[in-house]
């Protein structure tokens, strides 16, 4: 009698898994909702155990070619290289003494970026965690950055008539 009569779920998949061997045999013993597929749609991961070792990390949401993918690497990355272009003016205008406006385009700058993740389904590099994480993050430091900029002494731009009794230890003309 053959083996198929006898267990006719068992020895039909037996054979497949002598061929894979005896190291992927182990492997294969548990398949999870926590083991997320590869290309082909197959689990990677088949047991519940963590691997010793990250092989790779997940892309960001957002996180593929901005340009096609004929085009030359500058081209494909474009989100990001504008707006560390704005952040390496604002940085240069800081150097050269201009410093109202040196950190006022460097916040102007992330908020570009905030903008520019919000707007844009791929972004290249600019993207480096989830869509909402980067808006959030971008936009509060940029918004931080241009408000501290607009309050710069001598003579701010913007004045908050609180602060001044909230800071009260301050150094006053």
Known sequence: MPAEAKHPEGAAKQPEREAKGPERQAEETVRDAISAPDAE????????????FTKDTARPEGG????????P??????????????????????ALDVFRY??????????????????LPDVGMLAVRSRFTDIVTYGV???AIVLLALMVQPHPLLQIPFLKDTLHFTVSS
């Open 141 to 143: 430091l940029g918004l």
């Open 64 to 71: 593929g070619r901005a340009a096609p993918g004929d085009a």
């Open 41 to 52: 749609g197959r689990p990677r991961r088949t047991t519940r155990r963590f691997p010793l």
């Open 102 to 119: 040196g950190t006022l385009l460097i916040g102007i700058a992330l908020v570009v970026g905030a903008a520019l993740r919000w707007i």
């Open 73 to 94: 690497a500058p081209a494909r990355q474009w989100p990001i290289l504008a707006v560390l272009g704005l952040v390496g003016l604002g940085l240069l205008l800081t």
